[in-house]
Each structure stands twice: as C-alpha cells, then as structure tokens.
C-alpha cells in the first residue's frame, strides 16, 4: 500500500524551531518529487515547498522562504522540513504529499498531488 | 504567482443532482489544473488531473474540463460521500497556487 506518514508537529513559541518529517512506503520514494502542504485551521491549502526526486531542486512558498529548509534522505525513504522563526501564522496541519499523475518535459515536470499523508499539527503559540 | 479562484464559495445541491464547481486562473496554465476532495479531518484526495483526467478509482460521477482559463469540476448523481470541499490547484507554474475552495453542501 502507498503511504505517507508525517510526525514531528507539536506546540512551539514563536522564533521557535521545529523539524517534520514524512515516511514513505509502497513505492519508490526516489522516483518522485515530493511536496509540503499546510492548512491553517479552518482555512484553505497552502503549497508551502517542493522537493525533486533527487534532492537537487527545491522550491518555496515566499511566506516560508529563508526560514523553511526542506531536505530528503532517498536511502530512508524519508521527506523532512526543517522550520525555523516559527510564527503565530506558521500554526497549521503540515500535510507531505507526492508528486505524480502528469507529464515531465526536457527541464520540469507539470504533476498532481496524488497521495497525502494524514497531516501533523504545529501550533505556534505562547 | 497565479491567482485561482474557485466559486461559488459555496454550493447547495440535493441528493441525486449535479453539481457544477468553477475556477478561474489569472493566467494560463495549459492544462496543469487538477481538482482534490477534501472530507472534514481528512487529507486532500486528488480527483482530477490534466484538467480532465480521472486517476484510477475515482468515479466517474466526477469530471473536468477546460476553456482557457476557466475550469470546470462537475459532479453527476451527488452521493451523500460527495458533500465536501473542493480545491483547484494550478502545478504549471511556482508557487504552485489553490483555490480557495468550494463547500458542497445538502440541500
């Protein structure tokens, strides 16, 4: 079974910092790129940062750039964000979620999110 | 960045009717466009993709389609499991970008 399982999320003060992580099974984790989702509560989706299958590329949401880092670790089939100065407004459910379903060209590739882990919370509050 | 957004906010509809859900793109974004069902405490579910493309298991309830910019999610024959919240999301360009959502909800 494909599966994504996100851990690391709990309270933390503000200017914190704090490291998620997202297992992968049931695939190839290597083969895709992966990608960081968050949702404030009662709010919408917010795509938050990308990650290349291999680990060269990563791309980030302006709102998180400079202070989130994210890495993977193929031989551990592990995705991880690294968020530090955490804000009141970083207070969300973090959702890691694969990139697949869709088509690569010479230099990028243009694909869906087809499977998402069940999300873990980080609250920034004092 | 690629504003997307989704109306109405909001959408009543009965059992058994069809429901239609619209997303505008400020820009192009070919047909980069993809469509996910979101069930209060779960995940997002993808349901559409390449604007009109079904990934296996989704039913065939659910459909997309396209006209430049203007996207269009259409629900047959709602099922009671079909009352939800429903994103656009635009992967042709960084950042990717969502909508803001649209409820379905009973009538």
């Known amino acids: 079974e494909v599966q994504l399982v996100e851990s690391g999320g709990e309270l933390v003060q503000p200017g914190g910092s704090l490291r998620l992580s997202c297992a992968a099974s049931g695939f190839t984790f290597s083969h895709n790129e992966m990608n960081w989702v968050r949702q404030a509560p009662g709010k919408g989706l917010e795509w938050v940062s990308h990650?290349?299958?291999?680990?060269?590329?990563?791309y980030y949401a302006d709102s998180v750039r400079g202070r989130f880092t994210v890495s993977r670790d193929n031989a551990k089939n592990s995705l991880y964000v690294q968020m530090h100065s955490l804000r009141a407004e970083d207070t969300a459910v973090y959702y890691c979620a694969r990139g697949a379903l869709g088509y690569c060209s010479s230099t990028t590739c243009y694909v869906a999110f087809d499977v998402w882990g069940q999300g873990t919370m980080v609250t920034v509050s004092s | 960045e690629i504003v997307m957004t989704q109306s109405p906010a909001t959408l009543s509809v009965s059992p058994g009717e069809r429901a239609t859900l619209s997303c505008r793109a400020s820009?192009?974004?070919?047909?980069?466009l993809a469509w996910y069902q979101q069930k209060p405490g779960q995940a997002p579910r993808l349901l559409i993709y390449?604007?009109?493309t079904r990934p296996t298991g989704v039913p065939a309830r659910f459909s997309g389609s396209a006209s430049g910019t203007e996207f269009t999610l259409t629900i047959t024959s709602l099922q009671s499991e079909d009352f939800a919240v429903y994103y656009c999301q635009q992967y042709n360009d960084w950042p990717r970008t969502f909508g803001q959502g649209t409820r379905v909800e009973i009538k």
């Open positions: 390449g604007a009109s």
């Open positions: 820009q192009s974004v070919s047909s980069n």
């Open positions: 990650i290349s299958a291999s680990g060269g590329t990563a």
